[in-house]
């Protein structure tokens, strides 16, 4: 029986090439996965305001902004489904079946990306909600739990009066009794954050005490 010789530059070169493909595959991922990002920093703020224009129009209300851009939301983003998925890249990052096509979800917290893919889960949703709102000059906060235990994010706005509204902007709906919002749900804090990342715990709010 042939014993055949161990080559060391061909084990060196298989080597090489194997940390190439995968250096180059976490590279590609990597830059996919922050491409949302890419895309707001050079047109986001282009692109929010011309949604923004299209949409909402010249109100000078809070409330038909709100309103709008919820609706518009509502008649246009769809929501990437766990059973809907077709390949993950990372995390729930990847390919879905979404309206019988196959379309590519990044999660994102601006809203330019939430209007040019039109795909968007709870949390997109209410930073998309926040984005426009602060754009148009309202004061809007995004709210979750934490720890994560009830898995939904929604979103708060003050309209002109300084009166604070709660919405879902997933489900296009205006929360009138935060109390009940909540009822059922294993919550133990609720933290509201705005645009510039500070918090706060407004879990009273929501939570009556005993």
Known sequence: MMIRKF?????????????LGIFLTIFLIFALVSYPHTYDFFVGDRVVKEHISEVVGDTNSSHETALAIMEWHHE??????VENKKYLFAGSNGLYEVDNKTRLFLRSNSASWVIKTELARCGES???FMDVMENKGYKSRVIRTEPLSWDHVWAEYYDER????????????????KNAWVAGKDITMIIAT???????????????ES
């Open 7 to 19: 080559d060391k530059h061909l084990f060196l070169k298989s080597y090489f090439f194997l940390i």
């Open 76 to 81: 246009n983003v769809r929501y990437p489904l």
């Open 126 to 128: 209410a930073h998309y």
């Open 162 to 177: 300084g009166n604070k509204i709660v919405v879902d902007p997933s489900a296009n709906k205006v929360i009138l009794d």
């Open 194 to 208: 705005d645009i510039d990342g500070n918090k706060e715990d407004i879990t009273k709010e929501y939570l009556e």
